[in-house]
């Protein structure tokens, strides 16, 4: 199997990561992040820090052009000009010849400011009498009609069938409410970045970032520059898990380095991280479900409050999301979904790993356990009798192409036979197994790729996507390599660069691996039409008797005939050739279908596609102190078909572990809109020692076609392990704990 | 984080001379003043690093005590073959701080003089009545480490005293001893609730008792009304509750983000109860039988 290509100067230490950028004359920028959670900006002075010796620039929101950005709602600025909305928010910043200057001119800005009420729950955002958080909220631009007022970012409703109707013809009717935490993506590398003008006056941004393109859009639009003359290069990343998708530091950093005409880098701390980062959002799930005797669902409501933060994010997004995915990866014929998503004057909460993901299941795949006890059917039963099938429809009326759900179900329910079924009892521990499933719909953004045919046979790939550690160069080298019948070191990926690659939609949303493999795949294709054209007439042959491999054209039936493509590809280039062979592809994401008079205010309501999982945890929980620890997990997730089986593989592992710390342990603690457990003692993600043995299984679709089969596997790892986990300590203990992490406290008070 | 000065002591005198600098730290491990400079928790106007002072650093052992030098790293401790056998509370406890590598960084003196109210090392410590031998500008004094710590973060250190050593009371091969680390992770985390207990059985007897608490109150604490309960008796269910039950009562745990204050008084009760039953089942009973 293929290794990572990049995977030597990971190891070795020697990869490049943004904080790792020295250049001549390099300066340091710093950001002055706001103390106070909601305040009027009255006046910043900033003479005494512009004066400090070592000071090259300092910065406040006037400096920036008078524009909003966001993706899905326009409600930010690059940095704040009147009003402070989070402990955390950027007020000012400099650039100075150190850190140490940086951090005291820091220290020398004034800032007079007219404090407010804070909001710091969503409940509280609702009460009629909440201070206004955006009081221009009407005037702020959104991709997509959305319901809007006062502190509500978005209110997003589906109806389906008739719901008393449901409940009316329903057997047995449950409830519950679910409290899921803040948590951070807690990426190895804080967010770090580095910016330079040049006397060209192009900026340049190298960045540790999960889309360039995003980036650059960013940067672009709030400087109001064209982006003709913004090119961005993403580093090597330390994770981004959803965390650094947009500019944001990126954008103060190139204001820094225009005042200052320097390099300008800026790196954020732990602790910046913890305060800045676009964490996932913390929400209410209420939900009521109806269902037969059988086994058969019928119907479902439920209740979504969001905790949005100070600004959208992600926000209408996530909460979108949820109202697809509360169904979990299973049929209902009445559904009555609404989903409200808050501003408050906490920290915004962004994209984190499967937005809406995990928190919708775990709702969905606990109540699912219940069901199942309660009506003592089969858990696994009790899901295939529902699953969602090719055919069948999403919340939001999308009708699914996409099918495999049983599958997947038959396949971990094997697997748990041969790996759960031995593990040793420990004396003082109840063991307890719990599964639950997933269903995931992948984003879908259009991209391009090119691919040069070097004069020795050899390629170079240029594409747009960042190595953001979910292995795409390793992936579409592997595509091209074995498209065109070369060994895989023979490609050469340029990649991350937006004045280097076609544009591409980053690495959100599970979508790479299908939505750059479409272009790639094609360009290489094309690739190999040439090829064998030209070889045709070299060799006198008709193109369906040439095939590719070992870097040469054979003819068929008599592999004594053959060319170099080394050969191909030099005659190209001579005068008569038809010049060097250089394609560029692209593809356009799928936008199906659904039913608009289902949904309201909902801006995800169709996907390119959706891919299945489900996994098996296996927990021992502590008789005297309630401490759970996961003995093993099964993780088997439906990929389509497996481009770069090792990097699936690691994406379950890593996956799964997250979905751990969301299980467990992971919990911002916030206290009027302060987070007091900003560091990784008190914020606690999983170490080695905590997570277990995890078995992958992939399953691939039979017969699977390249690239059309190909889905993505970024997020859906993340998703099922909670709920598989909170139903494992059902199973050991008889208790259900609804709020997340589930914590040896809570489960000790439980089973008190 | 601003800067400070570093400067390497060579003798006790020269680190008692420094420290009279106003802001000025003992740098042993590192491992948690660090922390506290880069989140600026104190500025230091300079550290005074004490590990190349002679003589404080090392384990040595003598009939009834063992004396351990402060510069001692926490590993060393833990993986000592000697410390295994003759201290195993010691040992145990100490392979419970943070991880391997902060073990390897981590000193003795400086888990004590840290005082953390959930210093790893300090309950069972407690239970081995530890002496700390302390040195300053008017001469050395010897404390019992009950009395070492008055508050959070606070001890009795003052006008730069540092300490030189740490005396253990090596218990007899008939003792028992347990530690029991609460906490979410398996490493790199901190104790919510710790519990030492130490027994000397004689023909099935209590001879001596010690109880070490950690996490529950502002300071490590023993639990003497427990202990006294303890010696003297046999073991039996009623006596195990009545110690546990004495020993949640004498705890002062607070409310904080890491536990609530009944969980931590409700889990002292349950971690002594079980180290009491862990205890009892290796006791031999007269006869040379093992219960």
Partial sequence: MTNRLEGNEKVTGKAIFAGDIHVEGIVVGKILRSKVAHARIKNIITDRASKLPGVLAVITGKDFPDVYGGRTVRDEQAMVKNKIRYIGEGVAAVAAVDEETAERALELIEIELEELPGVFSAEGGLEDNAPLIHENWQSYWTSVPLTRRDNIDALVTAKKGDIEAGFAASDLIIEDEFILPLIHHAPMEPKATVAYYDSNRKLTVWTGTQSAFSVRRGIARYLQLPLSRVRVVGVRVGGGFGAKTTATIETVAAMLAIKSGRHVKIEMSRQDDFYAANPRNSMKIWVKTGVKKDGRLIARQARILVDSGAYDIFGANTTSQVVTLITGPYKFEHLDIEGTCVYTTKIPCGACRGPGGPEAHFAAETQMDRIARELGIDPFELRRINALEAGDDTVPGQVLTDYGYTNVLNQLEIAMKDHLDNIPLTPGKARGIGIAGCFWGMSGIGSGATIHLNEDGSVTLFIGAVEIGNGVITAMALLVAEELGIPVENVSVISGDTDAGPYEGGAVGSRTTHDLGVPVLNAAREVKKQVLSFASGQLDVDVKELELGDSRIFVKNDRSRMLKLEQVANSRINATGGGPIVVTASSTPFKPDYDKQRVSSHSRASKPFFVFGAQAAAVDVDLVTGKVSVCKVIAAHDVGKAVFPKGVEGQIQGGVAMGLGYALSEEAVFDQGRMINANFLDYRIPTMLDVPEIIPIIIEKPNARVPEDIRGIGEPPAIPTAPAVANAVFDAVGVRINTLPITPERVFMATK | ?291
């Fill in chain 2, 1 to 291: 984080m601003n800067s400070f000065r570093y400067q390497k002591a060579g003798n006790i005198s020269e680190a008692l001379k420094w420290s009279k600098e106003s802001q000025a730290y003992y740098l042993a491990g590192g491992t948690d003043l660090l922390g506290k400079i880069k989140t600026e928790r104190i500025k230091p106007s300079v550290l005074i690093d004490l590990k190349k002072i002679p003589g404080l650093r090392g384990i040595s052992f003598y009939d009834d005590r063992a004396e351990i030098g402060p510069l001692t790293t926490i590993r060393e401790i833990e993986i000592s073959p000697q410390v295994k056998e003759r201290l195993p509370i010691l040992s145990s406890a100490s392979g419970k701080l943070g991880s391997v590598q902060v073990r390897n960084k981590a000193t003795i003196g400086g888990n004590i003089c840290n005082a953390a109210p959930s210093a790893e090392t300090v309950p069972a410590l407690l239970c081995l009545d530890t002496v700390a031998e302390i040195v300053g500008p008017t001469g050395v004094r010897q404390i019992p480490l009950d009395y070492f710590f008055i508050g959070p973060g606070q001890t009795i250190l003052q006008n730069g005293e540092i300490l030189r050593k740490l005396i253990v009371k090596v218990p007899p091969t008939t003792s028992r001893g347990i530690y029991h680390k609460l906490s979410v992770r398996r490493a790199m985390d901190i104790a919510f609730v710790g519990v030492a207990v130490l027994l000397e059985v004689v023909a099935g007897k209590i001879a001596h008792a010690r109880i070490g608490l950690g996490a529950v109150a502002p300071v490590p604490m023993r639990v003497p009304q427990a202990e006294n309960l303890l010696a003297g008796n046999f073991l039996s269910k009623e006596l195990i509750t009545d110690a546990a039950y004495i020993t949640a009562q004498s705890c002062q745990p607070i409310s904080d983000i890491r536990a609530s204050a009944d969980y931590r008084r409700l889990m002292v009760k349950s971690l002594i109860e079980k180290a009491l039953w862990q205890i009892s089942t290796t006791i031999e009973l007269p006869g040379g039988e093992v219960k």
